[in-house]
């Protein structure tokens, strides 16, 4: 990572900026090889950002393909954060969904026109691209996602959403930190994170100690209430999803309900469910064989769409 991967990200990886739907400058960026015929889209998870990436990026433009990474409102150098850096707040999903499709038509788009475009999205990001797919289709020509974030575990109960709901719009504490969760205090938590490899896990929090943009480490009650209303929206439209679609899911994920793919599986039946029984919910920062596995998968179906 220090040397090949850096000297890659400084050789061939650009950075970009643009203006999104409500004038929310959002950040970006992208690496095309010469010829690439396929280009990837990357939609990251929640308090993510392109550092987390880094590697995965790396082995997308080493077998021949381009890429485009956004970083999400509120996350990494995107505009958007609440008054707090380490607490991510959004108002409702569309946001995030409006704010692809506008860095898809305005980055994505004019640069793949005569490309195949593949998207592969993780846990939030997850959400969010199945919601960009169902209402937008006709831009990708397959799609990956990779413990997408389709039911949560630990939702309160309706009675409990409402009273929280209530409580936010009557003292304005949508940007507030939701119950349960907490600051960035700068202490690794390695044995109880998303990631099996510890070098990975490092790696990442490395980069978010150095730089106070990928402090992101909180949800807000406003993503909380945000998130809780995902599961009905998705599969309120799972009849608009007609591309080739590969879920990955990990057996010991300890924040996606894998009731949500089962159902994903009835609706969507064209669908192909893969699950990495051993891994944790990051099954690209799982352990090598998982991770080789993985990484295998995701580069044959790549290479393989038409």
């Known amino acids: 990572m220090k040397t090949e991967n850096h000297d890659f990200r400084k050789a061939h990886v650009k950075q970009g900026k643009f203006k999104s739907f409500d004038n929310t400058t959002l950040n970006y960026y992208f690496a095309l090889p010469e010829n690439a015929t396929r280009i990837v889209v990357l939609v990251h998870g929640f308090c993510e950002f392109f550092g987390k990436y880094h590697e995965y990026t790396w082995y997308l433009y080493q077998a021949g393909f381009g890429f485009f990474f956004m970083e999400q409102r509120g996350h990494g150098y995107s505009e958007g954060k609440a008054k707090d850096p380490d607490v991510v ?33 993780h846990s939030m990001g997850g959400a969010v691209g199945t919601l960009f797919l169902e209402k937008y289709p006709g831009y990708f ?13 630990s939702v309160p109960s309706k009675f409990a959403i409402i009273a929280i709901s209530i409580y936010a719009f009557l003292f304005r504490k949508y940007k507030s930190m939701a119950p349960g969760q907490k600051h960035f205090d700068g202490i690794p938590v390695f044995e109880t994170s998303s990631a099996a490899s510890r070098a990975r896990y490092d790696y990442m929090f490395e980069k978010r100690l150095k730089d106070e943009h990928y402090h992101t480490y909180g949800a807000s009650i406003g993503w909380a209430l945000a998130s809780y209303k995902v599961y009905n929206r998705i599969f309120k439209n799972t009849s608009n999803l007609s591309l080739p679609i590969t879920v990955f899911t990990a057996g010991q994920d300890h924040l996606i309900d894998s009731d ?19 891994s944790r919910h990051e099954i690209f920062n799982a352990t090598e064989e998982t991770r080789n596995e993985y990484y295998r998968q995701v580069l044959g179906i790549i290479d393989s769409s038409s």
């Open 260 to 278: 949500g793919y089962r159902k994903f599986a009835k609706k969507v039946p064209h669908a192909k469910i893969i699950t990495f029984e051993s």
């Open 89 to 121: 707040y959004i108002d409702d999903y569309n946001t995030y969904v409006e704010d692809f499709h506008t860095f898809m038509d305005k980055v994505v788009m004019p640069a793949t026109s005569e490309k195949k475009r593949i998207l592969i999205a």
């Open 141 to 153: 020509d397959r799609a990956i996602l990779s413990s997408p974030m389709l039911k949560m575990k």
